[in-house]
């Protein structure tokens, strides 16, 4: 689109706008209201953006952040899942307006992700606006001159215009500190700022997300409150969405080799003042090839990321009773040692009944978490005792037995579906969402005691609670 008739208006702002008159002040008396008829709370895309509201994104730079926009922006404007995120009653008019980046640079990461999903110019037909600052288009909607603070009221008049008159849903400002003259740490007038925002999206009943970065890039988890400059922006907004990167033990815990961690990426809302919070959601940043290289082959073509929805592997995924059964039974034949780094580590056995691979990184991990909830559940054990060297060293053992048919393994439990009747010998929720470490087959659930062996009086003491 062009953003001619929102530049004519900007010309004519004035540099000051104007008091209200002061008004009388009253206290109003609530009338109470019947629930059923409090109009719902309109939702656009996910739990993530709500009608008449201001959301942020907050994330350090090189991380994401405009290829998850670009995602969001497409799945909007088409009505589709694209990311995992409902976009409640169809396809959505959004505008991005970038004040740090050019038209191509931005095209390019639209048009990426357009190709990776296999989307045309007709899916978005009257549905996308892209303004780009590096163009002509940039936008101030304060300044401070000679030392007075001003809301260029014209301007923010100008946007609620252009927004009804387009029936725009989203309209998302990368980055809020290029859409204002102001001092960025300055809370009274950052609150101002936001404040105006806020009027602008319930005037033109869109949501308006303002794109900030961090204080400290790579100082951490990144929360609502790392943030730069003034609280005020995140106070005054509905949702506050973090953008992290896989933290290394976990990117250890699942395999993931270091070079391939900074390609997943969590959002997480950090506020959710007015909706349950959310689990982090997970995305996987793929590299997709434009084909835009010159037709002598001589130099490649850009290759551009693009976000897709990404689920943490269920380490338990295929495994049965049956091949914990297995997995006992061969534990129970060795002198198996719990540390990972010895050379008669229980994970020997465990990786040779499910024919997993002890070099792959990702297996090894796999089996590590295995172990790890197996023993914390009672299945097995860990006991100190000699070796034979008669220093004390730390054991596996066979805990709790499992009365189930020990399964014969052909090969990787990856090729192998589950017998219906066959319940899962544990589940582990997807790990970075705030889950616990192993729950039931059926959550909540506990198995019948005579999946266990023993005293009636051990069982009753037992807090076994996932499936044996």
Not at 146 to 173: C, N, S, W
């Amino acid at each position: 689109m062009t953003a001619t008739p929102i530049r004519d208006r900007f010309n004519q702002a004035e540099a000051a706008s104007l008091p209200q008159a002061m008004l009388p002040i009253s206290a109003t008396p609530y009338v109470w209201r019947d629930p059923r008829t409090i109009p719902l709370r309109e939702w656009i895309y996910g739990r993530w953006f709500l009608r008449g509201t201001v959301a942020c994104l907050v994330a350090p730079g090189g991380v994401g952040k405009t290829t998850l926009i670009s995602g969001t922006a497409l799945a909007m404007a088409t009505g589709k899942s694209l990311l995992g995120k409902q976009v409640w009653g169809g396809p959505k008019r959004v505008w991005l307006w970038n004040l740090e980046d050019d038209l191509d640079e931005l095209s390019r990461s639209i048009q990426a992700a357009g190709n990776h999903y296999g989307l045309s110019g007709n899916d978005v037909a009257g549905q996308l606006f892209v303004d780009s600052a590096m163009e002509g288009q940039g936008l101030c909607t304060a300044v401070e001159t000679d030392g007075q603070f001003k809301l260029l009221a014209p301007v923010y008049e100008a946007l609620t215009a252009e927004l009804v008159e387009r029936g725009i849903d989203m309209l998302v400002v990368d980055p809020f500190v290029s859409s204002h003259e102001v001092e960025e740490n300055a809370n009274s007038k950052i609150d101002k700022i936001a404040k105006a925002w806020g009027r602008v999206a319930k005037a033109a009943n869109c949501v308006i997300v303002l794109v900030h970065h961090t204080s400290k890039a790579g100082s951490g988890e990144v929360t609502a409150m790392s943030a730069r400059g003034a609280v005020a922006l995140i106070n005054a907004a509905r949702s506050a969405l973090v953008i992290n990167r896989m933290e290394p033990d976990a990117a250890e815990r699942l395999g993931i080799p270091e070079d391939e961690r900074r390609r997943y990426i969590s959002v997480g809302d950090d506020k959710h003042n007015r909706a349950p919070a959310e689990k982090a959601d997970w995305y996987k940043l793929v590299s997709v090839e434009l084909g835009n290289g010159p037709l002598d082959g001589l130099m490649p073509g850009d290759n551009i990321g693009v976000a897709e929805p990404w689920t943490a592997p269920n380490p338990f995924d295929n495994i049965t009773v049956g091949h914990l059964a297995t997995v006992q039974l061969a534990v129970s034949e060795g002198a198996w040692k719990e540390d990972f780094r010895a050379t008669a580590w229980v994970g020997t056995p465990v990786a040779q009944v499910l024919g997993l691979d002890l070099d792959d990184k990702a297996h090894k991990a796999r089996v590590r978490t295995m172990l790890k909830t197996w023993i914390a559940e009672g299945a097995l054990k860990v006991v100190v005792r000699k070796d034979e060297n008669r220093q004390d060293k730390k054991f596996v053992e066979v805990g709790r037995w499992v009365e189930a048919q020990p399964a014969t393994v052909a090969g990787s439990v990856a090729e192998q579906s589950v017998a219906p009747s066959q319940k899962a010998a544990m589940l582990q929720s997807p790990p970075y969402r705030g889950s616990t470490i192993a729950t039931a087959a059926t959550v909540g659930s506990e198995l019948p005691h005579s999946h266990l062996t023993g005293s009636p009086s051990d069982q009753a003491g037992s807090n076994i609670r996932t499936v044996f």
